[in-house]
């Protein structure tokens, strides 16, 4: 259990570095280019805030599960 929450924490975090990349510098990562097609027109910082959020708190979640 902590393997799959510990690479959902990575997606959701550089998932939303990415998308603070690309507002920042118009660019978008090759590596997770998928990610594009979470973005709302308008919305795209606090999306990529929460999609950090989001990972840090599975990233919690996962130090306190129990190893398997």
């Not at 690479?7 to 603070?20: A, D, E, K, M, W």
């Not at 510098?25 to 805030?49: A, C, T």
Request: glycine share 14%; no cysteine; net charge neutral.
């Amino acid at each position: 259990m902590k393997g799959i929450l510990g690479f959902i924490s990575f997606t959701l975090i550089v998932g939303g570095l990415q998308g603070i990349v690309h507002e920042a510098f118009d660019k978008w990562i090759p590596l997770m280019g998928f990610m594009r097609h979470l973005y709302v027109d308008g919305y795209e910082i606090y999306l990529s805030i929460g999609l950090i959020v989001l990972g840090a708190a599975v990233a919690t979640a996962s130090a306190k599960a129990p190893q398997s």
